[in-house]
T-cell receptor
Framework: AQSVTQLGSHVSVSEGALVLLRCNYSSSVPPYLFWYVQYPNQGLQLLLK??????LVKGINGFEAEFKKSETSFHLTKPSAHMSDAAEYFC??????????FGKGTKLSVIP | GAGVSQTPSNKVTEKGKYVELRCDPISGHTALYWYRQSLGQGPEFLIYFQGTGAADDSGLPNDRFFAVRPEGSVSTLKIQRTERGDSAVYLC???????????FGPGTRLTVL
């Protein structure tokens, strides 16, 4: 069965600092990979997705993620954090089918 | 255009009662999904519809949970004899086809007292 692990349930960064949120998946077949963001009392919003076209995926709001098959990782980064980035971030995997498996989420705090 | 909408946004009920949660997908999306998000967890898959039929209901926890999508658009998740452990946010998502990006609604927060 597919599983997704997000290291760190809570990450704090200073405004302007690098954001790095970690995600590892377990799958014998490289899955489709996604990052979603959830703001308080709102639904999940897609940040970016990997579908094997390119290993470095650029998303909205300046975020990007790199697929590394050898490390089974899909970490999310942003060069410079903004206060508006404070939210909960979820990594998800879909093994080419409809059912997404989500990680437990990482809550990002941005310190002014 | 309009996104996925879910009603009600909040539902408080008593143990043992019956509840219905509604999802309006994005117009034209043939695939619809229900997920459940418990406190401190990521969403967990419940059921997937392709058109009117439930193509996969393997995530439904037990037979108290049931979902329908009679006309291939709006879906209703039904929970009978609610238990306190059913308290969670129930998320609905839709996609154009079954392997396309899933777009999520804001969720219904269910609290069972």
């Amino acid at each position: 069965a597919q599983s997704v692990t997000q290291l760190g349930s809570h990450v704090s960064v200073s405004e302007g600092a690098l954001v790095l949120l970690r995600c590892n998946y377990s799958s014998s077949v490289p899955p489709y990979l996604f990052w979603y963001v959830q703001y308080p009392n709102q639904g999940l919003q897609l940040l970016l997705k990997y579908t094997s076209a390119a290993t470095l995926v650029k998303g909205i709001n300046g975020f990007e993620a790199e697929f590394k098959k050898s490390e089974t990782s899909f970490h999310l980064t942003k060069p410079s954090a903004h206060m508006s980035d404070a939210a909960e971030y979820f990594c998800a995997a879909g093994a080419g089918s409809y059912q997404l498996t989500f990680g437990k989420g990482t809550k990002l705090s941005v310190i002014p | 255009g309009a996104g996925v909408s879910q009603t009600p946004s909040n539902k408080v009920t008593e143990k043992g009662k019956y509840v219905e949660l509604r999802c309006d997908p994005i117009s034209g999306h043939t695939a619809l999904y229900w997920y459940r998000q418990s406190l401190g967890q990521g969403p967990e898959f419940l059921i997937y519809f392709q058109g009117t039929g439930a193509a996969d209901d393997s995530g439904l926890p037990n037979d108290r949970f049931f979902a329908v999508r009679p006309e291939g658009s709006v879906s209703t998740l039904k929970i009978q004899r609610t238990e306190r452990g059913d308290s969670a946010v129930y998320l609905c998502a839709s996609s154009l086809g079954n392997r396309d990006t899933q777009y999520f609604g804001p969720g219904t927060r269910l609290t069972v007292l």
